[in-house]
């Protein structure tokens, strides 16, 4: 009951090693992303793999552009800058997935669930990172902070 948790800092958030956790986090996001396509070109119409695969795609560059945008922000932010929020790249972005995900669709290349499926492969991978901590907190006792 005597410890405190240092959370005043955000040192824990990526295990010690700078960006460990991005790329855990992202590796297992292509991981997922591999094993749904593999599996639903066994088991599912072409259309639903293609979907599945331009779905994850779309995924993992959303991570990549959303994890340097907010790097920059924090950068600006720690130099001592006031920094300059760009909401023009945070909706280009979006617009750039919706678009891409609607000329697919319409030209009937993809599965509409599909895709949206294949865009949330980031929650298996949130899930196996949060195992992962899990494991580490109580079967070996060790805090990752």
Known sequence: M???AHSVSGEGLADGADGALDVRVFRVMIVTVVL???ASTVLAPWRVALGLMLGGVLSLLNYQWLRISIAAVFNVEQSGKRPRLRVWRFVLRYFVVGTVVF???KLQIV???ATIIG???FVPALLVEALRQFY???IRREETY
């Open 2 to 4: 005597s410890q405190i």
């Open 36 to 38: 749904a396509v593999i």
């Open 103 to 105: 000329a697919a669709y």
């Open 111 to 113: 599965s509409l669930p």
């Open 119 to 121: 865009l949330c492969s």
């Open 136 to 138: 580490f907190v109580i």
